[in-house]
């Protein structure tokens, strides 16, 4: 399962509002790449693919593919606002290693392949 705080949910309560496009919800993806092997991907989606898991976060819908869910399972996701910056902050118990971005990350199981959430 993912989840998203409260000021997540706030926050991409905002970006949908303020989108030119219809959107149904938030993808959250795993791709290769970044400093440690795999990076978080987020964007706003008019619709779930077939395929996705679709996890209700109250006013937020988040779709993931079925790669990505073994690698975001148990994550929980916050956006926070300082004077150092803004944005969203992945905690994932399923990241080894991660990099002082915060959005790069090693599992365990994969060297650089994506993982699942419910």
């Known amino acids: 399962m993912i989840t998203l705080t409260e000021s997540a949910i706030k926050a991409v309560g905002r970006f949908i509002s303020s989108s030119d496009k219809p959107t149904g919800g938030l993808r959250i993806e795993v791709t290769d790449g970044g ?6 991907g987020m964007k706003l989606e008019a619709k779930e693919n077939q395929d996705d898991t679709v ?12 790669l990505s869910l073994p690698s975001l399972d148990g994550m929980s996701i916050d956006f926070v606002d ?5 944005g969203f902050k992945f905690t994932n118990p399923n990241a080894v290693k991660s990099c002082a971005c915060g959005s790069s990350f090693t599992t365990g199981e994969s ?6 959430c419910s």
């Open 35 to 40: 400093c440690s092997g795999l990076s978080y």
């Open 55 to 66: 996890i209700d976060c109250g006013e937020v819908k988040v779709f993931v593919d079925p």
């Open 82 to 86: 300082s004077l150092e910056g803004s």
């Open 111 to 116: 060297g650089g392949a994506p993982k699942t």
